[in-house]
């Protein structure tokens, strides 16, 4: 009970959203308030973004990238979210990952997702040396734990871009075109299992345009000789 006291008064236990202290034991180091606002009601099964308001047709679907199944996010890409996912991603906080796991972990099981592997979304190599760890693949890495879903490190970067954050809208699709690539060492693993088609789900930090997503399927379908099926991608914001 004391060293409780005293762990909880050096490193009292905060919400990754909202940084308000939490009394409760949290596995997913979420306060009550920031677990309800989760983004799970009233959205567009295929692009994930709430519906308008008197539409049954989303008006955002055109903007999913060819071959993508569904995309699914924890949180829209604003306020509070949008901080939590940014200190993450700067600081590495590794309760961030593990929270934002769990979560990804219940949307695939209570959507009822098959998987056969995850793929994380590649970072520019200089912000991988800058910060020393990659967010995407953290995530998928905590994800495989707790679903048991292999991780597949199959893409990296060929050269680094402008970040896309910098890049206005219409400027995303071109300044990462051809900047993912199929990592040498192994394609050729992949031919020799590349048979069967295979249900595969994207893991990044934050959507935004699908730019990113969209040249990762370029890599995967021009590089190698999976055959995919469906494709998903999981993410922890989505801007909206
Ligand atoms: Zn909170
Ligand atoms: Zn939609």
């Not at 929270?99 to 099981?109: D, E, F, H, K, T």
């Not at 680094?160 to 199929?182: F, G, L, W, Y």
């Not at 959507?207 to 999976?226: D, F, M, N, P, W």
Request: charged share 25%; proline share 4%; net charge neutral.
């Amino acid at each position: 009970m004391f060293l409780e006291v005293v762990r909880e008064w050096l490193c009292p236990n905060k919400c990754i959203v909202c940084r308000s202290f939490i009394k409760e034991n949290s596995e997913v180091g979420l306060c009550l308030h920031c677990e309800e606002a989760l983004l799970e009601r009233n959205l567009c099964p295929r692009c994930g973004k709430p519906y308008s308001v008197d539409s049954s047709v989303c008006s955002y679907c055109n903007e999913v990238p060819r071959g993508v199944t569904r995309i699914l996010a924890l949180f829209p890409y604003v306020d509070f979210y949008k901080e939590s996912v940014l200190r993450w991603k700067y600081t590495g906080i590794r309760k961030y990952a593990k929270g934002y796991s769990v979560l990804m972990a219940n949307l695939i099981q209570r959507e009822h997702l098959d998987i056969d592997c995850l793929i994380p979304v590649p970072i520019a190599r200089h912000r991988y040396f800058e910060r020393g760890f990659n967010q995407a693949f953290d995530l998928a890495h905590e994800v495989s734990n707790d679903t048991s879903i292999p991780v597949l490190e199959l893409l990296e970067r060929a050269y680094d871009t402008k970040p896309q954050s910098a890049c206005k809208k219409e400027e995303r699709a071109k300044n990462i075109h051809k900047a993912i690539r199929v990592k040498e060492d192994t394609k050729q693993d992949l031919q020799i299992e590349g048979n069967v088609p295979i249900n595969i789900a994207l893991i990044d930090d934050i959507y935004t345009t699908g730019s990113t997503v969209a040249e990762c399927i370029r890599a995967l379908k021009q590089e190698t000789s999976i055959q995919i099926q469906d494709i998903y991608v999981l993410t922890v914001c989505l801007a909206i």
